[in-house]
């Protein structure tokens, strides 16, 4: 599923310019810099607002991320007191949604780092599906779970813990979280020529991993 | 939907899965539900008082408003404008008094005196006492730099005078005084400024080779060839 080497040129071309355009300054923007500023100056609890807005975001990407809730609770809530903590060092510098950015990128790295942790002492999950098999793949003796769309959302979810980090990430916060591409090249500070790379072949590896087995019949699609 | 998701190179488009049920079904994902304690945990540490850091403190931004009306902000710039005169001038004429005040010490005629030597500070220097011929620095300044010390020796009619002392191991070749002029207020007043490290110094002027001490020192001590250097204190 890898880019091939005669396109790759035409490619980069055709997604130099899309999906890159910046969101605007809002009031949203405008209402967090005050409750930063607020903060900074020694009202903690002018975090509160900013904590409720987004702490499903910072959990979703932590879960997404590690695929375990305990741990992903625990990556968020430090990366709040991280961001609390550095509060007075953040800058927005006029950018929209700059501290959800910032945020975000503390919890990527937060989770990058429970992730080498766990490395050291765990198999890793993507070692198991090393071998290119659809290990997530639908089993046709067993219609009930073909019927269940809980059943398809636990594939996927497995899916993703599956493709590698580096892809997971931008897969994550492209296609779960909807970020614009220019959000996600300030969370993980890499080139969005790079990023939009990594997503066409993040969403090349999860098809992959969601392929039937071969030999079997039937298909989730 | 979405809006890149017709952006792929054809490599990856063998699959017959419309790209955007796969991207649909991850932006399912997102419907995650945080834990409910999640915030109340976070607030519970935030809010939790910190040991106090310095650096912390000094960096905390200060907040305060100002209003003035149109007419207050003119009476304000008004006031700055007439205090930044009034201390430009101030330092004009407190320099100009300096110099007059080292002037009339150098070139006071002074009877029996052919020369009329003297050792000052330079205005820069302002902040230290004076005594007699000789500026001191106040008390408390004691950080160990060297003192900037001006020499300063009337002789008219000399082609060459230096200042040799303890300072600089008595090696009258190296500081010598500059006239002030071939004419005018100035004329034959030989100065010169050196960084002299603190402590006491002894030293004598060289005038056309010949030593001769400091006649404005308060201060003398015997050289031990039947003559009395200056003193100098710092």
């Known amino acids: 599923m890898a880019l091939k080497p005669d396109q790759s040129g035409a490619f980069l071309a055709s997604v130099a310019h899309a999906g890159t355009a910046a969101p605007a300054w809002t009031a949203r923007d405008e209402e967090e810099r005050r409750l930063i500023a607020d903060c900074v100056a020694g009202d903690p609890e002018a975090f509160r607002p900013l904590v409720v807005r987004y702490q499903r975001q910072a959990f979703a990407v932590a879960l997404r991320m590690l695929g375990s809730r305990s741990d992903a609770e625990d990556v968020a809530q430090q990366s709040f007191i991280d961001a609390f903590n550095a509060l007075d060092r953040f800058r927005d510098d006029g950018r929209p949604r700059a501290f959800s950015t910032w945020l975000l990128r503390i919890v990527v790295n937060r989770s990058k780092d429970v992730l080498k942790s766990k490395r050291r002492t765990e198999q890793p999950l993507e070692r198991e599906v090393a071998g290119g098999d659809a290990v997530f793949a639908h089993d046709p003796s067993n219609p009930e779970a073909h019927a269940s769309g809980g059943q398809r959302r636990r594939q996927l979810e497995a899916a993703l813990l599956a493709v590698p980090a580096k892809y997971r990430e931008v897969l994550v916060l492209k296609d779960v979280e909807d970020l614009s591409y220019e959000e996600i090249r300030v969370v993980l500070r890499l080139p969005i020529t790079t990023l939009k790379i990594r997503v066409v072949r993040a969403r090349a590896m999860l098809r992959a991993l969601l392929e039937p087995v071969p030999g079997k019949e039937g298909d989730l699609r | ?234």
Request: zero cysteines; charged letters at 20%; a neutral charge.
């Open chain 2, 1 to 234: 939907m979405n809006h890149d998701d017709e952006i792929r190179p054809s490599g990856a488009s063998e699959t017959t899965e419309p790209r955007v049920s796969l991207v649909d079904e991850l932006r399912a994902l997102r419907d995650v539900a945080p834990p409910a304690s999640l915030a109340a945990r976070v607030m519970t540490q935030v809010a939790a008082p910190q040991p106090f850091s310095l650096w912390r403190w000094l960096r905390r931004p200060i907040k305060f408003e100002v209003r003035l009306s149109a007419l207050s902000v003119l009476a304000v710039g008004l006031v700055l404008t007439v205090g930044a005169t009034a201390l430009v001038r101030g330092a004009r004429s407190s320099s100009q008094e300096g110099l007059a005040a080292g002037g009339d010490e150098v070139v006071a005629p002074v009877a029996g005196a052919a020369a009329r030597p003297g050792v000052s500070f330079p205005p820069a220097r302002a902040g230290h006492e004076a005594r007699g011929g000789q500026d001191r620095p106040a008390a408390g300044d004691e950080d160990g730099a060297p003192v900037l010390v001006r020499f300063v020796f009337e002789a008219h009619g000399a082609r060459r005078v230096a200042v040799a002392g303890s300072f600089n191991a008595w090696n009258e070749q190296v500081l010598t005084l500059e006239d002030g002029g071939s004419d005018g207020p100035n004329a034959g007043v030989f100065v010169t400024t050196v960084a002299v490290p603190r402590g006491t110094h002894e030293y004598m002027f060289v005038v056309d080779g010949r030593w001769i001490a400091d006649p404005l020192a308060t201060e003398r001590r015997p050289d031990g060839f039947g003559r009395q250097n200056s003193l100098l204190r710092l």
